[in-house]
């Protein structure tokens, strides 16, 4: 079978950035290269568009065969096309991304990976194609939305200690915070609600539990709010 | 001349929104179609990108041979990929957006466009493929932009007044806003220095001209900030 056409046309690709939370470490979703080129070489999830189906529903596709993990909620990024970023032809990517718990994830290499497994993000190989700079990219934008979104506040238990959420902050941002400027700035932003749970068990003095004020918490999902980190 | 590969391929294009702002109306560029498919209907300026430019690079090739406008720093938007967007074919669109001062553009319609003008963004037509969508998206970004990052403050002269700076917000999101609770916002962003000066030659009580705080400014573009509209 062949496809020809009057004009040149480059090949679409989608690639996904899935990062993964465990409360200790901010980690990424890589696959080994099963094909050429790069092969053996790590790279993000991803591969080319069919005809028969949009953007979204390709990244989803070959998520799932390439690492097994499905269900999970990804948002379009940015698409990149140099010209000359695929050694093979000109390939256009759209690139999605995603940050979910790694808790019970449990990736495994298909299709044309040969081996899917997280890498924490201080601590990458160098990837296969422009592969680098896209995940450069999308790290910058999710921590930059830190700033002015609730980024990754799915990921806390329903109830949490302020030194979780504290935690999530870090663990996106990739360094320590001052712990009374992140409390008053917290507070500021009047978005928690104190319960009259406290930690049980523990050595320390115990410290309390909060939840979300949803509608609140909605409210800044969609106009924003400033946190200045 | 023809091209063959082994599978189908979508053809890529990139389409633009450009608003304009003129202190009284948002408007929008569009082109007249001089092609089929939706011929003589009204689109936003695009076109295919060619095998040897980048993204941008297409965008900006495409708004100059279409409007005739060039040196208009345009951000990508998004990819917009449904299977059945256009007629005749899969045809992957990568949309770019900016916000430019009308004053001094004369565009004019060339290559694919038959014409190009602006029109009111309360006031306009049906236009071609998705090009509803794609509009109605960008529009959406870049109201929502406004509550966390200063959109389109470079529109305002060097100096300029309180009253100068509500319109510039209320042309954007399309509705008035209260003045008193505006300036209060304002203030409390610290992002202006009053200066000196102040309006001549006017009926009503001089105002005062204001103008940006730089490094203020620019440390909101990068980290953002709250402005709850």
């Known amino acids: 079978m062949s496809f020809t056409y009057k004009y040149p046309r480059p090949a679409v690709a989608v690639d996904m950035v899935i990062f993964g939370y465990d409360t200790k470490k901010l980690r990424v979703l890589l696959i080994r290269r099963g094909i050429e080129p790069f092969f053996d070489c790590w790279a993000l999830p991803g591969g080319f568009v069919n005809p028969d189906e949009s953007l979204d529903d390709a990244a989803r596709r070959e998520l799932a065969e390439e690492t097994g ?14 010209v000359d970023r695929d050694p093979r032809e000109r390939v256009i990517s759209v690139c999605y991304y995603a940050l979910i718990d790694l808790l019970g994830t449990t990736p495994k290499g298909a299709s044309d990976a040969a081996e899917a497994r997280w890498f924490n993000i201080d601590d990458l190989p160098t990837l296969a194609f422009d592969h680098n700079e896209i995940l450069n990219f999308s790290l910058e934008r999710i921590r930059g939305k830190l700033s002015y979104q609730p980024v990754g506040f799915e990921l806390l238990p329903r109830l949490f200690t302020l030194s979780q959420l504290q935690r999530l902050y870090e663990v996106i941002l990739g360094h320590a915070l001052d ?3 992140f409390r008053k ?11 009259d749970e406290y930690e049980t068990n523990v ?4 410290a ?10 909605q409210k800044l999902v969609k106009e924003g709010f400033a946190f200045d980190l």
Do not use: V
Request: hydrophobic share 40%.
């Open 69 to 82: 993990l499905d269900q999970i909620f990804m948002e379009q990024l940015y698409s990149f096309g140099s």
């Open 208 to 217: 309390q539990f909060y939840c979300f004020d949803r509608p609140k918490y």
């Open 179 to 181: 712990k009374r400027n």
């Open 185 to 195: 700035k917290l507070m500021k932003m009047d978005l928690l609600l104190a319960t």
């Open 203 to 206: 050595s320390h003095r115990a």
